[in-house]
Structure formats: structure tokens, C-alpha cells
């Protein structure tokens, strides 16, 4: 069992709005998340790009760009919110509960800066601050000016690879009018599945699936 959790602070889940940051838009379209993910993903831009600019004072804008496209995307959020130890209080409809992972990938994406936004606005920026440093701290202490910014088929390749495993096949398949790909991919008896309208990305989203599965073995 995976034991890389983060451990919330107990003050976070006594706050009216946090606990309004796991409600999806599913339950209810009245109080839902939506305008905290809102403002969420921009406290967590600009912290995230206060803390590059400050530490790497080398790089260039392209540079400082592709390194927080490295930590802020949806693939890596929805990995951080699944190792929540409050995970377990999102609240969605039991239709979009049975989604596949692929579309939950955002909603996990979303609850996530959804918390942002509610520490922002129950606490202040400082303490968003700290609590945005805390989900992020491995992503920060494995950044500097050389790293090679590896994408997911990357990545799982390397991890299977350390376990001695082959890297899997993607199989991808284009509508009609070839401006949308399914990717699939069968491993360890389970099959993994994505579409976007980029080849390339719809193999990225799962590669990071089976990353999100191997985290969680």
C-alpha cells in the first residue's frame, strides 16, 4: 500500500469554505467548487511562479514557463489531491462517480486548487502560501536548472525499467475526421484509456493513468 499521503491540518477541516472545496458541481449546482477552483488555480500560479522566479535567477521566461507547465498541470494535481488524507471527502454524484479515470483526472485537478482557493480566502495568502509548499515540496526539492523536464511516457518508462519491466504499447486509434485520438493500453490485466485531440497527449494522459495506479500499489 502506497504510504506517500499529506496530512492536512485539522484546522483546514473545521473551515466553511474548505469543506465547500470537495463539493462538486454534480451534488449541487448552487454551492459547489467551481469559483473556488477559480481562484485557486491563480493563487497557485502566482506562488508557483513568485517561488521559480526567486530561485532560479538564470533562467529565461521559456525556461521558468516549462518548469512550472512541469508542476502545475492537471496529471500532476490530480496525484497530489490523491495522496490527500481528506481525499475521501469529495462529494460527486454517483454518475459522475463511474466515470473513467481519465475525466476524473480533472475533477481531482480541480478540488485541489479548489483547497487553494479556500485556505486563500479563510486564511490569507501566507497560509495558502505555506499549504501550497507543503502539497508541492517534492515537486520543489526535485527541480534545478539542468533537469530534464520528463514527460509521463518518460517517467513510467524509467519506473518500469527500475522494476524490470517492458514498457507498454500504446494503441492509438483517430476518428472520421482525425482531429481526435484513443489511446489505449493493456497492463497488468487492466486496460488504460484516453483521448485528446493531439496523438502525443492522449498517449501522455496514460502513461500518467498508469503512474497514478503504480502510486497507488
Given at each position: 500500500?502506497n504510504q506517500n499521503f499529506?496530512?492536512?491540518?485539522?484546522?483546514?477541516l473545521d473551515l466553511p469554505?474548505?469543506?465547500?472545496?470537495?463539493?462538486?458541481?454534480?451534488?449541487?449546482?448552487?454551492?459547489?467548487?467551481?469559483?473556488?477552483?477559480?481562484?485557486?488555480?491563480?493563487?497557485?500560479?502566482?506562488?508557483?511562479?513568485?517561488?521559480?522566479?526567486?530561485?532560479?535567477?538564470?533562467?529565461?521566461?521559456?525556461?521558468?514557463?516549462?518548469?512550472?507547465?512541469?508542476?502545475?498541470?492537471?496529471?500532476?494535481?490530480?496525484?497530489?489531491?490523491?495522496?490527500?488524507?481528506?481525499?475521501?471527502?469529495?462529494?460527486?454524484?454517483?454518475?459522475?462517480?463511474?466515470?473513467?479515470?481519465?475525466?476524473?483526472?480533472?475533477?481531482?485537478?480541480?478540488?485541489?486548487?479548489?483547497?487553494?482557493?479556500?485556505?486563500?480566502?479563510?486564511?490569507?495568502?501566507?497560509?495558502?502560501?505555506?499549504?501550497?509548499?507543503?502539497?508541492?515540496?517534492?515537486?520543489?526539492?526535485?527541480?534545478?536548472?539542468?533537469?530534464?523536464?520528463?514527460?509521463?511516457?518518460?517517467?513510467?518508462?524509467?519506473?518500469?525499467?527500475?522494476?524490470?519491466?517492458?514498457?507498454?504499447?500504446?494503441?492509438?486509434?483517430?476518428?472520421?475526421?482525425?482531429?481526435?485520438f484513443d489511446c489505449s493500453?493493456?497492463?497488468?490485466?487492466?486496460?488504460?484509456?484516453?483521448?485528446?485531440?493531439?496523438?502525443?497527449?492522449?498517449?501522455?494522459?496514460?502513461?500518467?493513468?498508469?503512474?497514478?495506479?503504480?502510486?497507488?500499489?
Open positions: 500500500m499529506l496530512k492536512i491540518k485539522q484546522s483546514y469554505l474548505f469543506k465547500e472545496a470537495f463539493i462538486h458541481k454534480s451534488v449541487s449546482s448552487n454551492k459547489n467548487n467551481e469559483r473556488l477552483e477559480f481562484l485557486g488555480d491563480a493563487v497557485l500560479e502566482i506562488i508557483v511562479s513568485e517561488y521559480l522566479f526567486h530561485r532560479f535567477e538564470g533562467l529565461d521566461e521559456g525556461k521558468l514557463t516549462q518548469m512550472r507547465a512541469s508542476i502545475v498541470n492537471t496529471q500532476s494535481l490530480a496525484r497530489i489531491f490523491m495522496q490527500l488524507d481528506c481525499k475521501d471527502l469529495l462529494q460527486t454524484s454517483k454518475g459522475t462517480n463511474k466515470l473513467d479515470e481519465t475525466h476524473k483526472l480533472s475533477i481531482y485537478a480541480g478540488t485541489l486548487e479548489a483547497c487553494i482557493g479556500a485556505i486563500f480566502l479563510e486564511l490569507g495568502f501566507e497560509e495558502s502560501k505555506r499549504f501550497i509548499f507543503h502539497l508541492f515540496e517534492i515537486n520543489f526539492t526535485n527541480l534545478n536548472e539542468s533537469s530534464e523536464l520528463k514527460d509521463a511516457k518518460s517517467r513510467l518508462q524509467e519506473a518500469l525499467q527500475a522494476k524490470g519491466v517492458q514498457p507498454p504499447k500504446y494503441s492509438v486509434a483517430s476518428n472520421k475526421e482525425g482531429n481526435s493500453v493493456r497492463f497488468n490485466g487492466e486496460t488504460f484509456h484516453a483521448s485528446d485531440s493531439i496523438k502525443k497527449e492522449a498517449e501522455q494522459k496514460v502513461a500518467e493513468l498508469i503512474l497514478l495506479k503504480l502510486d497507488k500499489s
